[in-house]
């Protein structure tokens, strides 16, 4: 199972070698979609390079008293300590499913209405006693499944009752997969899980919810949760999906792969050690016929090939087509203004040197110092991320530091500088050696 590396910022395969942690949003995956459906998803999702799909056991959408299409509830009257057999049965079809494709599970136990209901249909079904038996009982059931655990399910924690209900659940996990997974917390919009758990001894990475807001600034809970002590790998989790209203409002317009780029690169660059992209159709598997949640205008089958949702995986491949597990944020590259909202530009680059990456999203020309990169000529490249090609500016001596205006075509470019003594391929190309992605205790 994969694991946090060694300088606790991101996560590796067993042997050392990265993990792209590039999710998708399917929360009402195991409820509302038949075997074929889940098939027909999940053969998708790998072709478009995501590696982790999030889903919720205990679904958001009344899933306690509407049943999957199996006819099956998930519980005997409403308790967690008494799963229904059949229902699960359908669970592991899917995860089985998505282990023969390549693919982890993010796997919510619940939606956080059934602990701390706040809004939704609910009802709060768990205890601390509770939790941990359901716990137990889902961590024995998937302990050799690709799971990461994802507790919470877009709720805050505001009482001891929360806390314990959640540490609780997290001892009974553990206790049935004898620790052999990683495990999250799925907080509600524009928080992240540092706010309530960065004490917590059971979490083992961060993940904040930026939310549905065009031009939120994701970085920011980013670069706060990537300067805490202890380190933890942080990602966001939850950032707008494509084809929703922006602020859940139809005259802010719908969210477009423009804005899922922006939101992508801003996090990545800032030091998530992953991400993830989500889709208003697909989330909740709308089709006609079921009542829309959030504005939906198109079925989930038409979603999935949305363009948002092939372009993500192009920031996967830039970033492993360099060294990654040395890679670092790094602001104080960027000579001229970095800008706000749209405007706003990230770099990051490699500890040694070999490389230096900065997000243009608005086509500003840009003022880089380039004596964080070693040697004595820089390799320079502008990498598309809507469809993942390079063009190659040129190799020339390193100066202290050079102005870069992206090419027309645009709007939003990736720099990406070389240290042209390192001959590493185009960006977004697998290198020919991997000596150095293998971490190193």
């Known amino acids: 199972m994969i694991r ?19 999710g998708d949003t399917a929360w009402e995956l195991f409820h509302r979609c038949t075997l074929h459906e889940a098939e027909m998803y999940l053969r998708d999702r790998p072709a478009k390079g995501f590696t982790v799909i ?202 477009d792969d423009y804005d899922v780029r922006k939101s992508l690169y801003w996090a990545l660059f800032a030091g998530a050690h992953g991400h993830t992209y989500g889709c208003n159709p697909v989330w909740q598997m709308w089709l006609p016929g079921r009542n829309p949640m959030l504005a939906t205008r198109r079925s989930w089958y038409e979603a999935l090939h949305l363009p948002g949702a092939s372009q993500v995986q192009h920031a996967r491949w830039l970033l492993l087509s360099r060294p990654y597990l040395s890679r670092i944020p790094d602001q104080s590259v960027i000579l001229s203004e970095v800008g706000e909202g749209t405007h706003h530009v990230r770099a990051t680059r490699d500890a040694h040197g070999s490389y230096l990456m900065v997000y243009i999203p608005s086509g500003r020309t840009v003022d880089i110092d380039l004596s964080p990169l070693q040697g004595e000529r820089v390799s320079a490249w502008w990498y598309d991320p809507r469809r993942g090609t390079a063009q190659h500016i040129g190799v020339m001596p390193k100066g202290p530091h050079m102005a870069f205006s992206p090419p027309g075509g645009g709007p939003d470019w990736v720099l990406v500088l070389d240290d042209a003594d390192a001959h590493f391929p185009r960006p977004g190309q697998p290198r020919l050696t991997a000596e150095d992605s293998p971490e190193r205790g």
């Open 54 to 255: 999030q889903a919720v056991a205990l679904a958001e959408l009344d899933g306690l008293t509407v049943p999957n299409p199996n006819g099956d509830l998930p519980l005997i009257d409403h308790d967690p300590s008494r799963p229904n057999e059949a229902y699960f049965r359908h669970v592991d079809a899917i995860v089985d499913l998505a282990a023969a494709l390549g693919l982890y599970i993010g796997l919510l136990p619940t939606w956080g209405d059934k602990w701390h209901r706040l809004w939704g249909v609910g009802p709060e079904i768990f205890t601390p006693e509770n939790a941990r038996t359901y716990g137990r009982w889902l961590g024995q059931r998937y302990k050799d499944a690709p799971i990461i655990w994802i507790l919470g399910g877009d709720r805050p924690v505001e009482s001891e009752t929360h806390r314990l209900i959640l540490r609780a659940m997290a001892q009974g996990l553990r206790e049935g997969d004898g620790g052999n997974h990683l495990m999250g917390f799925h907080t509600w919009g524009q928080h992240s899980s540092s706010d309530y758990l960065h004490e917590e001894e059971w979490l083992d990475l961060h993940m904040c919810q930026s939310g549905h807001i065009r031009n939120i600034g994701n970085w920011r809970w980013i670069e706060r949760d990537y300067a805490l002590s202890p380190t933890r790998p942080c990602m966001d989790a939850e950032p707008g999906y494509e084809d929703m209203a922006s602020q859940f409002k139809l005259e802010e317009g719908y969210l």
């Open 4 to 22: 946090v590396s060694h300088n606790h910022r991101f996560l590796v395969h067993p042997d050392g070698t990265p993990f792209f942690y590039l």
